[in-house]
């Protein structure tokens, strides 16, 4: 039985690790869970598992909750979340979305606790930092993100096979059949409209900058211990080859799958054993796969995240502050598709350079979001 403290268990990531859970009760206990402020799901996953810690950060929305298990003791606030970081887990599932699972993180790396990593914010803002005290601490960071993941499977479950490359593919997202010219006009309803994948609302506007690719190049680099040149990116429109590894005799592997995230989920949780998903299996007859090269013209945000990267220090993490806020924004139509990348070009030419730490990562993200809020008055 696999003890999971699951944190983000009501978003989109985590709905589908409880589906996990479900469908394999003899091999998966929940015994801890937590969330931001999403208060009814919240209650209804407190009741149906009875975790031993549930986590809810906003109190408001905490004090709506009417029924509470006798065995489950509930905290709320800003800093909740570390509690559901609990001794009794075997791992701690990080679904968190955005910076704010990285001090979660941190502490279960601390405790000794592996670590699948749904949140790629938490490497791209503190990879350097995080990795070192994963090997330090012995802790396993394991991919559940689907390109990850394939990767992983590639390179048969390790981080320390040779490679001569990392083949990252992009859906392209929404916008991947307009111009810049159409997509400046399109709203957040617009960019939500992914052709294959079904996720929530940051990381699918994320998809439709291209921004999203750009985390994944960055958290590529941290997790398999890569230079930037031998990590790639390509648009693939099908979404059947997940990612792809070369090697230094020219083989190249790929994983292709059904796009759905419940398979590297469930992975992550049971490598390398394989146990049924009920995702639908996948069939090649009559299918065409296409590839063709990131436009950085028209997806700016996927050459600034590798900018920032290349920049080093804390500018990572400020790219990242910036996109979250802006697309924040761009969610309340309060700004257009390509003030992303303008607001996010601001916050690192503002951002001051600092070395990589807990304390100065919390200073850069709340200092970024501030240089995009005070750029929207501009704007």
């Not at 509690?83 to 990285?102: K, R």
């Not at 949780?269 to 090649?284: C, D, H, I, N, Q």
């Not at 990131?294 to 600034?304: G, M, N, S």
Request: aromatic share 8%; net charge negative; proline share 5%.
């Amino acid at each position: 039985m696999i003890k999971i403290a699951l944190l983000g268990s009501t978003g989109s990531i985590g709905r589908q690790v409880i589906s996990t859970v479900e469908r394999h009760p003899d091999k998966f206990q929940i015994v801890s869970i937590s969330a931001n402020s999403s208060y009814k799901l919240f209650e209804e996953q407190m009741n149906k598992f009875k975790p031993k810690i549930a986590c809810l950060t906003d109190g408001l929305s905490a004090r709506k909750i009417t029924s509470i298990p006798p065995e489950t003791t509930l905290y709320t606030g800003e800093n909740s979340m570390l509690h559901a970081v609990t001794e009794d887990a075997d791992i701690v599932l990080a679904a968190v979305s955005g910076f704010a699972g990285l001090p979660a993180v941190v502490e279960a790396i601390k405790m000794g606790k592996n670590v699948a990593l749904a949140n790629k914010e938490t490497l791209v803002a503190g990879g350097e930092m995080v990795m070192r005290l994963a090997k330090e601490k012995g802790v396993k960071i394991i991919p559940v993100d689907s390109e990850h993941s394939a990767i992983f499977q590639c390179l048969n479950f390790s981080t320390q096979t040779p490679f001569k490359k990392l083949i990252l593919t992009a859906s392209g997202g929404a916008f991947r059949n307009y111009t810049k010219q159409e997509i400046a006009n399109f709203k957040a309803s617009e960019a939500l409209k992914h052709p294959n994948w079904q996720m929530g609302k940051k990381i699918t506007i994320d998809c439709a900058t291209l921004l999203n690719k750009g985390l994944e190049v960055i958290e590529a680099c941290h997790l398999y211990n890569a230079p930037l040149e031998k990590v790639e990116a390509i648009v693939h429109p099908e979404s059947i080859i997940h990612s792809m590894v070369e090697f230094e005799d020219g083989a190249v592997m790929a994983q292709l799958g059904f796009p759905s995230m419940e398979i590297p989920i469930q992975l992550a949780l049971t490598y390398p054993e394989r146990y049924p998903t009920g995702v639908p299996f996948l069939s090649l007859a009559g299918k065409t796969l296409n590839f063709k090269e990131i436009d950085e013209d028209k997806y700016p945000c996927f050459p600034l995240a590798l900018k920032s990267f290349e920049m080093g220090y804390n500018f990572a993490c400020a790219m990242n502050s910036a996109n979250e806020e802006a697309v924040g924004l761009y969610l309340q139509d309060k700004i257009g598709f390509y003030d992303i990348p303008r607001l996010i070009q601001y916050a690192l030419e503002k951002t001051e350079k600092l070395e990589v730490n807990l304390e100065n990562l919390l200073y850069t993200d709340k200092f970024a979001r501030a240089l995009v809020r005070e750029k929207l008055e501009k704007i």
